[in-house]
């Protein structure tokens, strides 16, 4: 194929991440190559290897995941064209016949166990845990005997000949990982009525109101903060930049509003771009928000300069 | 003369009102016409019997004039097309011939009492003060006989055939009223660099923090407000209009961005007119409030719109 | 009587204030003087002659009452403990037998007039108006014969040998002038879960967000401005202080807090008192800012400092 | 010894941690009990095996450490004692007589890489990169001739039976950890007047303006935040906590003003500490909020309960 209709996406075959991407309906046209890292996804978009990149981007028990956060951030510019959320529950693969009493040892993703953790103290209190690559690397790895049972996502059970032994495990309720896909910057997703929109911002001055004055910005016009996460720009302790969601989209007057009055007090700004939520609700402008009334305020600013406001 | 070329001030003839429009470089080419009354020279304007009104709107002892803050805010539109500051200093005025000894009664407008009242204090403890209708009319019933003296200006001796027995009289430093010259609506004064805008806002709703939030239009795009007053709607107790001036002129792109940001958040508000400041102070814009980054802001988003943000 | 049953007011005898202060409970047993000025009566107080002042202080049609607003921030401080608020509703003043048709001339005190001014024109628009000292003198001309018809408080007639012809007269709907009772600076009127707290400000310095980080002070604890209204110190044209009513009683916590902050930002307070409002109503404390939680806030800070937060 | 003159570290030994631990003056009379993860460290204080404990936070390059920020909002209450400042710089480690031209593969710890990625691109662009568990298992590898070189500080050489072939390497410039010393709670280290305070904030609702309200608790009392940063509750995407530092000491009226407004603002707040500042920074208060200009408002508030304001 082409690499117009390749995807990559952060792999190996059988995580999370490829659950994820086959939820899409395109992804039943497009060819889906796993990479090896988020860098190593986002690049081969920015190289025009592939057409667009699906990557995890925040947990709701691990937080933001840092390796995207920073390639959005930095680098050759990419846009964000949509959003999934996935509902993180593990299966416990086993070879075919293995019963729970006789799992001594299980492997799984270094993020996974956390999650696990207290499965495990009830279920298996005896059991030795050793972190591998991935979570499908574990799976590999009990397929080849050297593990008993591995944490998974149930979906990546027949590919390593395994079984689910135990399926929706996951001590917090409502874990969830969010992904984005990911392209290079062209026309942003169209509007929906449901839509989020993401940013970059570095302040301008290290001042003490400077992200106070920010969050003015998307308050003063109605806009929701969905997501705000500080990011060391690299420059040494205490110098972050901030990546933000808010809703709507930048279509929507009051978020162009928002962004334009980012991009003047911002020493820079990054737009990522505005996308569908994948929750799809739909929020109710403010009074004095909506389209009408900075259409409105426009129109009346002009007739002001004609001395008929 | 024409209409066109006739201007209405708050008289009598003699007052301050006619000493700060004769100051104006064109009073010299119109027929000034005096009325009994703020109201009544507002509404001269309005039915086109005289292109302007000059009338006091603010003394730096005395605060608002509320007679001409009341006109702007209701009634049919009006505009302010200049400004202009005068200071304050009376002269007791007596018939020719009169000693300060000699003087047992005095008179003068009611305002003028409280700037006069430590110098009366010192210098004629046992004078009898008596108001006035205005200081013109005071200097008026001196000369017949009705009074010893009269505080006034000093420029409205001759008028009544009084002279000036002490001039320079102000309790308070630096004592100052300023008047504004208020035409039909029309274009604007053209912007100078040294300007002044005046609004009046009538807040959406009484809630706790409405006033803080059209404050924020003016902070948040570095435009300094350089007045604000309450004024009752008339509605009822704590039902309040304010009536503002701030910095810059309305095609400043940050002033008309606030101006904006005020139409939306407020149920109303009425442009008074962009001005020359009479003080001349040319305001630096705040980093990030400069027309260039507003119109970059504007541009940038407009490329964020195609994917080149 | 002794100065300590004597309360003065803004006088002549007839007037509204007059009115207002008889409502009083303990006005009954107290010696009611009347006195020439807002100033007079209130320097009766402070120098040892009379226990309290009533005076106006806001007025739904005219606004603040200047002289109240500039004595309060002046001079020898005073306190206030007690409001007053009475419906402004005017009678037609005759006397007896005149009909309305024989009415030509018309007196009444000048802020009178534009409350009236309307019913005037339907009723009555041919007759002359002429302004007189108060109110009540002009009920006195009317007795005298000088006018045929005087706008006064009903409650006048009988002290001038008058009769209302018409009553109820009053152009806004619910136009309400407050008084306040002011005495010598001492504890404030007891709480009583409906109270207002009012103070006057001045700014630290002449920057763009000096009202800005006041007005938060208030809104961060949730303490509602009722009245906010800039007076001119004097010091030239845009010097201002600022005459704040707020919502609750110096003794909640809330209202405390915020007035320790001002005196914190500000260059100068002044503590007017803490008294009942007279419609009774009683807010409710935002969550966050009650008694108790202010309490446990301090309660949790003491245990941090044992490292038991 | 006994726990009370135990230390525990993110282990394993040879690592940054250590080497900032031995900076520690104490360090020297301390047994230094190596962990295998930041929460065994914390764990280990927790139980009461260990005085404290000293792990990793934030990092300029790659951020905070999310490890030490969960375990610090959640569990057992820990409080942070003292901040350590440590610059990153690697040392490629080798078996004596290794030359960089033989240098075929190198190890190191994850983190490590992106720090040396772009040296490694000048000097040894063919060599192959393999992940270690830390930089000392790394030094470890190269010891027992897994790898030929390894990233790792140099002070880890000796230990190892290893030199440094090359020093101070760091693609960032000004690359820092920033490291805290753990302890069970109890009173906050002394002030020093340059001091740091850092608390976990849990916002109210999720209203648009809550994150806005705290970060004005701060601004308004004129203390600046260090750092924000937002954690999962683990309630769901978009469910945060905010660990925050900020200048000054919990006893700086202004602090302990602003920790008491968050705790009346927050649905909860976690002190964990005041502690000097590593950069030994000594803020200048911002006019209005000096501990004498607390203590001022606080004595005219009480005069003010006495009419004495």
Redesign the interface.
């Known amino acids: 194929m082409s690499p117009a209709s390749r995807y990559t996406y952060l792999g190996p075959e059988g995580t999370f991440t490829e659950a994820a991407l086959r939820g899409l309906p395109e992804a039943a046209t497009r060819e889906l190559l796993p990479m090896v890292s988020v860098p190593a996804a986002l690049d081969a978009v920015r190289a025009g290897e592939a057409a667009a990149a699906l990557v995890p981007i ?7 995941v ?1 390796a995207t956060l920073d390639e959005l951030a930095s680098g050759e ?1 990419l ?1 964000i064209y949509r959003e999934v ?1 996935l509902p993180i529950a593990f299966a416990l693969l086993v070879r075919p016949g293995t019963t729970l009493d006789s799992v001594k040892t299980v492997t799984g993703h270094p993020v996974a166990q956390p999650q696990v953790r207290g499965w495990l103290r009830n279920h298996l209190p005896e059991a030795h845990w050793e972190s591998a690559a991935s979570n499908a690397d574990g799976a590999r790895l009990v397929q080849e005997g050297r593990y008993d049972a591995a944490f998974a996502g149930e979906f990546a059970a027949g590919r390593y000949g395994l079984e689910p032994l135990v399926t929706d495990i996951h001590d ?5 990982t ?1 992904f984005v896909l990911v392209g ?5 997703a169209a509007r929906t009525g449901a839509d989020k929109t993401s940013v970059v911002m570095w302040l ?1 001055e290290d001042h ?2 400077a ?3 920010l ?6 016009r ?11 720009t ?7 930049c901030f990546s933000v969601d808010c809703e709507g989209h ?2 929507d007057r009051r978020v ?1 509003d928002v ?3 980012l ?3 911002c020493q820079k ?3 990522l771009g505005s996308y569908p939520r994948a929750d799809e609700v739909r929020p109710i402008p403010r ?3 909506t389209d009408e ?2 259409v ?3 129109d ?2 002009t007739r ?6």
């Open positions: 925040e947990n709701s028990v691990e937080g933001g840092t510019p846009m959320l917090a309720q409502n874990a969830t969010r290079r910057p062209a026309r942003p301008r003490p109101g992200l106070l004055e969050l003015h910005e998307f308050a003063s109605g806009v929701n903060m969905m997501r705000i996460e500080s990011r060391p690299g420059e040494g302790i205490g110098q972050y930048v279509t162009g962004l334009m009055g991009k003047r007090a700004v990054r737009f009074v004095g928000t009334e900075f409105a305020a426009s009346w600013l002001c300069l004609d001395g008929r406001g």
